[in-house]
């Protein structure tokens, strides 16, 4: 059973930076097209950022390009998202998983940003 535990989150101020990591366990990770995904309360889940099996090739969403990156490490079997330049929009429970999303989720790793 494959599971996926997210970590990094915290509460920062305006302007400032976080790096969240999501080990991954029980499957064969660089086989997996890999995202960071985010849902703010009241809202759905969106995919902010994908990277590709290989690590070569990522996509960002409009709203997080220019300020997030994306990378992994097959060897470690664990993703990565740094985030700079962070603002009260980027609030949220932040989750890897699958590019479509094939996995059971984690429990997440919060984020707020706040003054």
């Known amino acids: 059973q494959v599971q996926l535990v997210e970590s990094g989150g915290g509460l920062v101020q305006p302007g400032g930076s976080l790096r969240l990591s999501c080990a991954v366990s029980?499957?064969?990770?660089?086989?997996?097209?890999m995202g960071w995904y985010r849902q703010a309360p009241g809202k759905q889940r969106d995919l902010v950022a994908r990277v590709s099996r290989g690590g070569a090739r990522t996509n960002y969403a409009d709203s997080v390009k220019g300020r997030f990156t994306i990378s992994r490490d097959n060897a470690k079997n664990t993703v990565y998202l740094q985030m700079n330049s962070l603002k009260p929009a980027d609030t949220a429970d932040y989750y890897c998983n699958t590019v479509p999303n094939e996995w059971s989720w984690g429990q997440g790793t919060q984020v707020t940003v706040s003054s």
């Open positions: 029980g499957s064969i990770f660089g086989d997996y097209e």
